[in-house]
């Protein structure tokens, strides 16, 4: 049995006096792909810079390997994507890593193992601003692999790219998991869901799901995870008539 590297406990968060996260439970596991799907407003981003620790709680725990969330030890642990790319247009993709290694105090190496994973190596001496979409897309997700983190939270990382990029990004999410990671990866594209090892649907601040994409389907008796999530919202609706 995978072991829960993440913890979430009764966590809520407060902003500009609306609730965004209503008393959430969770853990993720080392090892797989949890998907978190759910429509653009419903507390996604909140959730990922709440594990990442740049998120103020309003109460509840985030715990990563028995350590708060936040933690000054956890920093190397942690590798995080956000939606916008978070490379410098004006560096290369290898001055880029060679910059954020030396702020983590990784090694030279770790560049070039970085640049190899997410197979930029014909790139990595290209200026970040002339490269396409989804080769920035890679490039941040490299920098979030510098020092071979535990623990990768990626907020809708293939946001606007083609299906070929999406699927070859989705590959390289399961070989990070198979080579131990836990991989926590948000989107709004339902067709992504069987990409995943586990699923989260999410709505309103709420998880109204959690299960593999065949045993979600196979609760609700739906042929695919829209039409799952579709069914789910409607029964919430009717309970709170």
């Known amino acids: 049995m ?6 979430v406990r009764d966590l809520v968060v407060r902003r500009g006096g609306r609730i965004v996260l209503h ?21 996604k981003t909140t959730l990922m810079r709440s594990l990442v620790g740049v998120q103020e709680l309003t109460s509840g725990h985030v715990v990563i390997a028995g350590v708060e969330a936040g933690s000054k030890e956890l920093r190397s642990r942690i590798g995080y994507v956000t939606q916008a790319a978070s490379v410098y247009d004006d560096l290369t993709v290898r001055e880029n890593l060679a910059f954020f290694a030396r702020v983590l105090g990784e090694e030279r190496r770790a560049v070039d193992e970085a640049i190899e994973t997410v197979d930029l190596g ?65 989107s709004h594209v339902m067709d992504e869901a069987d990409r995943c090892d586990r699923l989260l649907l999410m709505r309103e601040g709420r998880i109204i799901a959690d299960g593999t994409p065949a045993h979600i389907r196979e609760q609700t008796g739906a042929d695919d995870i829209e039409g799952a999530f579709l069914a789910l919202v409607a029964g919430d609706e009717k309970g709170a008539a």
Do not use: K, M, Y
């Open 2 to 7: 995978a072991d829960n590297l993440v913890e």
């Open 23 to 43: 008393g959430l439970d969770l853990t993720i596991e080392q090892g797989s792909v949890t998907g978190l799907l759910g429509p653009s407003g419903c507390g």
């Open 122 to 186: 014909g790139h990595a001496d290209q200026v970040v601003g002339r490269l396409s979409g989804g080769q920035r897309s890679r490039a941040s997700l490299a920098v979030a692999l510098l020092g071979t983190p535990g623990v990768l939270v990626l907020d809708e990382p293939t946001v606007g790219l083609d299906p070929v990029l999406r699927r070859d990004l989705w590959a390289l999410f399961h070989r990070l998991a198979d080579d131990g990671a836990a991989v926590f990866v948000s």
